[in-house]
Structure formats: C-alpha cells, structure tokens
C-alpha cells in the first residue's frame, strides 16, 4: 500500500525545509562576520579581534553538521521533488563551501597573530586588501543569488574569480621580489603570501556557490564550463 501524505506531514516537511533555509542563512552570515574580522585583525594587526576568530569557528562546524541532518532527513524521509530537491542537495554543498570559509578565516586570523609575535615593518601590500574586499563581495552575492534565486548574479560572481586570481599572481611577484631584495623579511612575506592564497581560495569557495544558485534558479550546471561543451553524439542504432 502506497502512504498517502497527509496535511500534517505536508506540513512538517514545509517546516523542516524553512529550517534548512534559516540554518543556512544562519551559516552564510556567521561565515561572512568570521572572514571580516579575521581580515580586520590582519590588516590592523589586532590580536583581540584575530583570537575571537577561532571559538566563533566552532559554531560554523555545529551549523554544518545540523543542516548535513536535516537535509539527509528530509532525503530519506519525504522524497521532495523539483526545486525542493535541488535545494536540499544544495544546501549540503553550500554548507560544506562555508565551513571551508570559516577555515581559511580561521587560517588568515593565525596569521594576524604570528605578524603580531613577528613584530614586522613589511606592510601587507594594497592587493591584500583589495582581494579580501572582492572575495567577501562575492561570497556576499553568491549566498544573495542563493536566496533569491538570482542565476544572473550567480553567473556574475562567477566571472569575477578572475579578477581575484590576478591579483594573488600579482602579490605573489610583488612579495617575492620583496623577499629577495630583503631576506630579513622571509617570515613576514610567508603570512602575507599564505593569507594571499586563503583569500583566493575563499573567492573559489564563493564561486561554487554561485554555480549552485545557476543550478537552483535555472536547473542548469555549469561547474567546470559544463553548459559550454557540445552534447556528446548518440551512437546510431544498429539493426
């Protein structure tokens, strides 16, 4: 005998499923502070502000863990279709992709602390700064493409990571020629180098997400420039 939905479960499912939406909105936000203070506290070299960072990170593991829960019981136990379907798979990505967020803050906030200890001249290099603005700005509009189901700004913000990858090659030659001229500087150019790179990653982390509000708001999947190849030919048929 086939189970026929009642109001009740209907109802319950709809319940969980808005959980699911405030869980992630609940993430996507503590992600987003996570990823403005640790940068703060490396710019401005704060210590406070760079050790808050780390206990905050621990609630972005418990919200990923939840929302991993309630997306995997509502797979199992209410069979949801369409969009349903495509958000809930979603939300275990996104959630994955902000819980990586929340460790690279982390990482960037280890290296506000380490410059501290290291008490060097070698100011970070404006490119630093203007990565950290663009990747927060994408992280930021990725999740809005998210809840709206905006697959324009998804696409958007998905071009954009170029323009972050650049300027990681350009501080990368920058801090390099800077290291070889003054080798007393090693140390200091490492962090910069190595907050460079968590910032790059965390606009990789913003593009995934923007790939899955294409995916959300128009069902289409363009990781990997997928939408771009030509179908793959169908073999006739033999008689």
Same mark, same amino acid.
């Given at each position: 005998?086939?189970?026929?939905?009642?109001?009740?479960?209907?109802?319950?499912?709809?319940?969980?499923?808005?959980?699911?939406?405030?869980?992630? =909105?609940?993430?996507?936000?503590?992600?987003?502070?996570?990823?403005?203070?640790?940068?703060?506290?490396?710019?401005?070299?704060?210590?406070?502000?760079?050790?808050?960072?780390?206990?905050?990170?621990?609630?972005?593991?418990?919200?990923?863990?939840?929302?991993?829960?309630? %997306?995997?019981?509502?797979?199992?136990?209410?069979? @949801?279709? %369409?969009?349903?379907?495509?958000?809930?798979?979603?939300?275990?990505?996104?959630?994955?992709?902000?819980?990586?967020?929340?460790?690279?803050?982390?990482?960037?906030?280890?290296?506000?602390?380490?410059?501290?200890?290291?008490?060097?001249?070698? %100011? @970070?290099? +404006?490119?630093?700064?203007?990565?950290?603005?663009?990747?927060?700005?994408? =992280?930021?509009?990725?999740?809005?493409?998210?809840?709206?189901?905006?697959?324009?700004?998804?696409?958007?913000?998905?071009?954009?990571?170029?323009?972050?990858?650049?300027?990681?090659?350009?501080?990368?030659?920058?801090?390099?020629?800077?290291?070889?001229?003054?080798?007393?500087?090693?140390?200091?150019?490492?962090?910069? =180098?190595?907050?460079?790179?968590?910032?790059?990653?965390?606009?990789?982390?913003?593009?995934?997400?923007?790939?899955?509000?294409?995916?959300?708001?128009?069902?289409?999947?363009?990781?990997?420039?997928?939408?771009?190849? +030509?179908? @793959?030919?169908?073999?006739?048929?033999? %008689?």
């Amino acid at each position: 005998m086939t189970a026929i939905e009642t109001p009740a479960s209907h109802k319950t499912f709809h319940e969980k499923l808005d959980l699911l939406k405030q869980r992630l =909105l609940d993430m996507s936000q503590l992600a987003e502070e996570l990823l403005a203070t640790s940068v703060q506290a490396f710019l401005r070299r704060d210590a406070v502000k760079a050790e808050s960072v780390v206990p905050a990170d621990a609630e972005v593991d418990l919200l990923e863990v939840e929302i991993e829960q309630l %997306a995997i019981s509502l797979l199992a136990l209410q069979q @949801p279709m %369409a969009r349903d379907l495509r958000f809930i798979v979603s939300a275990i990505r996104i959630a994955g992709d902000l819980e990586r967020v929340g460790d690279h803050a982390v990482n960037i906030a280890q290296s506000a602390l380490r410059m501290v200890d290291l008490r060097s001249g070698v %100011a @970070p290099p +404006p490119e630093i700064a203007e990565m950290a603005h663009r990747s927060r700005k994408m =992280l930021s509009d990725a999740l809005d493409a998210v809840v709206h189901l905006d697959g324009q700004l998804g696409r958007d913000v998905c071009r954009r990571d170029d323009q972050v990858d650049e300027l990681h090659e350009s501080v990368f030659r920058i801090l390099l020629t800077h290291m070889m001229e003054d080798p007393s500087t090693i140390s200091a150019v490492l962090e910069l =180098l190595l907050v460079s790179r968590n910032l790059e990653r965390v606009a990789d982390l913003a593009t995934n997400v923007a790939e899955d509000a294409v995916y959300l708001a128009e069902g289409k999947t363009i990781k990997h420039h997928l939408e771009d190849r +030509p179908a @793959p030919a169908v073999p006739p048929l033999h %008689a």
